[in-house]
């Protein structure tokens, strides 16, 4: 059975020292936030998700949702309860406004708190999750009436929302989506239609369930302009928030699917169920961008949560199994054999894990503070600043984040051997809920077209060139320190890279825009690896300043420098092929034509 124990000393790094979140008392909600408060909440949002969520884990797996014949579904035993936990202990409101009856902590440590919940148990970190993202759409475009009406009772996760885009028709492409909203004379809309794999769609952990749902108005346009987003209860709500009638939307299956088997899939229909407009008509693809915004970092941290999780488990492995002598000579000439750790190759898994997991837990921190100072930072110029730099990163994150998730679940699953096959042993299960998070909230490729298609364009690439001055500007003040100055050299010449592949799309691209659509994925991967090298030089920096300042805990920051070593000696590198694979264009990958991919 594997074992989950929160990072609590490498996120109170990046928060404290990294970070330094208490240079940011200026900004509301911060300015209470001591040190000591961050570790406290750290400290027990760790024991929470490794106490309570973890041992859920297998055995919410092997049970799985069960959808009864009136349509109600049941969550795995214990869900119930844990979720019960998790409402006293207020964790669903940290880093929600007061005003709503939030906490207003900073949204860093609500990422924090995402990813101990996601590695400890994705399926349940699901269910509180996607309610995160319907709260951000609601407080973004929600009129006064509906955020008074559902936000308390959901921020307290009395009720829990989801998100309805995907019919069976329509995944990706919006524009195609065929559900319908008919005004009716009370100012609701009558939503009819059927949506598929809608995540926490009907479960038992709360009394009522808040849908916010993507369909069409009679007179709307088609594509994508002609979609508005509405909120539909499970429950109607009386004036005075209490429970009325049921809604007419119900649970009509649940999928059985390869993981997350303890958050319930579901396919929901719509039978003319009362909903209300959220924010303008026609507009419903702007809100829903919000959640998905939200929710994409979410996704992006379950990559990461899952990539800790089967880390903790290889790496634990590698250092008990004992198979074969080390290259250099018995390690141990005591023992029969030595263990997995001498191996060089599997040395290369675990340190691929680590250099990724710790790189990437600095990141999703950095976006939380990012988000924090684009809300409520005082001048316009450090909000836009920090957006622009949240809307680059996001699909970075999300992609990125969990294609390497994915591949670090593999090669832990990889260091046990075949027993890493076997069910009982759990790290199956690890390579199985990670997969999901490549393909919902946009499928990876989606993501990478959302970076070269968009976020590189915006408001005349003002993100991407903030970028590249940033990491320009850390690595040169990084190479005047010697400790510092190797590592500083090869994350420049990886953002050197990235430039050069910035300017051929710059070129290339809008003559030819399959050669954007070629190149988008390596260009993410580079993006990442840049955005990974930056955040291993900030960890260096802040590990030497530690070790000069003569810290007791010499160990963890002499393996952070070897780590920001082996990063940038085994990452960095990659950056150079993926600006070769950019710039080979979309010539021969496009050339082939439809009768070639059919088997003769
Ligand atoms: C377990 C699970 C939970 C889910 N939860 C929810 C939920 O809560 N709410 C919800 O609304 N949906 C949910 N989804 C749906 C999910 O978001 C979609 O499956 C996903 O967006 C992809 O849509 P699709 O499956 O129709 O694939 P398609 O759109 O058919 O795409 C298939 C492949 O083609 C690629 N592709 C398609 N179009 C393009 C393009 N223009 N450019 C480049 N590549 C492209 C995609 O990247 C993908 O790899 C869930 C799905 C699953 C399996």
């Not at 209860?233 to 059985?256: M, Q, T, W, Y």
């Not at 900030?538 to 160990?555: Q, V």
Request: aromatic content about 8%; some cysteine.
């Amino acid at each position: 059975m594997p074992s989950y124990k929160a990072p609590t000393r490498d996120t109170r790094f990046i928060i404290n020292e990294v970070l330094k979140l208490e240079g940011y008392g200026n900004l509301p909600g911060f300015a209470n936030v001591t040190p000591d408060i961050v570790d406290a909440v750290i400290e027990e949002s760790g024991k929470f998700a490794a106490e309570v969520l973890a041992p859920l884990n297998a055995s919410g797996d092997a049970e799985g949702c069960t959808r009864a014949a009136d349509g109600s579904v049941t969550t795995p035993q214990g869900f119930k309860a844990a979720h019960g936990q998790f409402r006293e202990a207020g964790w669903g409101t940290l880093s929600a406004p007061e005003e709503f009856g939030g906490q207003g902590m900073p949204h860093v440590l609500g990422f924090a708190l995402e990813e101990y919940m996601s590695a400890a148990n994705q399926a349940f970190a699901m269910y509180p999750g996607l309610t995160n993202g319907a709260v951000s759409a609601l407080l973004a475009k929600g009129s006064p009436e509906l955020q008074a009406k559902y936000l308390p009772k959901m921020i307290a996760n009395e009720w829990l929302g989801t998100m309805n885009l995907t019919e069976p028709q329509c995944g990706t492409d919006l524009g195609l989506i065929r559900t319908k909203a008919e005004p009716q004379a009370d100012g609701s809309f009558a939503v009819t239609g059927t949506k598929i794999f809608i995540s926490a769609g009907e479960h038992d952990l709360t009394d009522n369930i808040i849908h916010l749902v993507l369909a069409r108005l009679p007179d709307a346009p088609g594509g994508t302009k002609g979609i508005s987003l509405f909120v539909v209860p499970k429950f109607l709500v009386g004036d005075d928030g209490s429970l009325g009638a049921r809604n007419a939307v119900s649970c009509g299956a649940i999928e059985h699917k390869m993981g997350i088997h303890g958050n319930a899939t579901c396919v929901m229909n719509y039978d003319g169920a009362t909903g209300w407009l959220v924010g303008e008509e026609n507009k419903g693809l702007a809100a829903m961008f919000i959640m998905m915004n939200a929710a994409r970092l979410g996704v992006g941290i379950q990559g990461l949560a899952q990539a800790e999780a089967a880390y903790q488990n290889g790496a634990q492995y590698a250092r008990e199994r004992r198979q074969g002598r080390a290259l250099t000579g018995p390690a141990e000439p005591g023992a029969p054999a030595d263990t997995l750790l001498v191996h060089p190759d599997v040395r290369r898994m675990l340190m691929d894990a680590k250099a990724f997991t710790e790189g990437m837990r600095a990141l999703a921190l950095w976006c939380g503070l990012l988000v924090d100072v684009a809300h409520q930072a005082p001048s316009e110029e450090e909000r836009d600043a920090a957006d622009d730099l949240v809307g680059l990163l996001t699909p970075v994150i999300k992609g990125y984040g969990t294609d390497r998730g994915f591949a670090t679940a593999v090669d832990m699953q990889q260091i046990w051997g075949g027993h890493g096959y076997i069910v009982e042993n759990g790290m199956e299960q690890f390579v199985r809920d990670a997969r999901i998070a490549m393909i919902y909230e946009g499928a990876n490729g989606v993501q990478a077209m959302d970076l070269v298609g968009r976020k590189l364009a915006l408001k005349g690439g003002r993100a991407i060139q903030a970028f590249f001055a940033l990491v320009d500007a850390e690595c040169a003040s990084a190479k005047e320190n010697e400790k510092l100055a190797d590592v500083a050299t090869r994350i420049e010449k990886a953002n050197g890279e990235l430039k050069a592949a910035t300017m051929w799309f710059l070129q290339n691209a809008m003559a030819n825009p399959n050669n954007a659509g070629a190149g988008a994925t390596p260009y993410m991967q580079l993006t990442g690896i840049v955005a990974l090298g930056l955040m291993w030089l900030r960890m260096a920096k802040a590990s030497t300043e530690s070790l000069a300042a003569g810290t007791s805990d010499t160990a963890f920051y002499e393996a952070k420098l070897t780590t920001a070593r082996y990063f940038a000696e085994r990452y960095a590198p990659d950056a150079g092929a993926l600006r070769r694979k950019i710039e080979a264009g979309a010539e021969a990958l496009m050339a082939l034509p439809a009768e070639a991919f059919e088997t003769a």
